[in-house]
């Protein structure tokens, strides 16, 4: 069945950088848009980053030269690299995929957490001050 098994949150210090993988099974990964979101406590879920089936990408403007989404579609798997953490990092971290719209060839997805269908069970990033 389809899973999605994220790693990589913790614990930093504001400034600090972490890695996100997310593993992903039982579909063909590389035929999907795949995204992050996050949510913090007593906020809605929001979309961060999302890579399309060419590796097209799209941020918040909130991550905008900070994050990075890339995917090793050798290994089903997506990742975050987050740079420069700020306290308001802080939340629970999702990833997710969406076999989306097809435009050109191209699976593409949005920042909306309503234009994804498989989800992960989250990892938390905590980021202190």
């Known amino acids: 069945q389809v899973q999605l098994v994220e790693s990589g949150g913790g614990s930093v210090q504001s400034g600090g950088s972490l890695r996100l993988s997310c593993a992903a099974s039982g579909f063909t990964a590389s035929s999907y848009c795949m995204g992050w979101f996050r949510q913090a406590p007593g906020k809605e879920r929001e979309g961060v980053a999302t890579i399309h089936s060419n590796d097209g990408t799209e941020y918040a403007d909130s991550v905008k030269g900070r994050f990075t989404i890339s995917r090793d579609n050798s290994k089903s798997t997506v990742y975050l690299q987050m740079n420069s953490l700020k306290p308001e990092d802080t939340a629970m971290y999702y990833c997710?995929?969406?076999?989306?719209?097809?435009?050109?060839?191209?699976?593409?997805?949005?920042?909306?957490?309503?234009?994804?269908?498989?989800w992960g069970q989250g990892t938390q990033v905590t980021v202190s001050s």
């Open positions: 997710a995929a969406a076999s989306g719209k097809v435009v050109g060839g191209v699976v593409v997805a949005g920042l909306s957490p309503d234009e994804y269908a498989y």
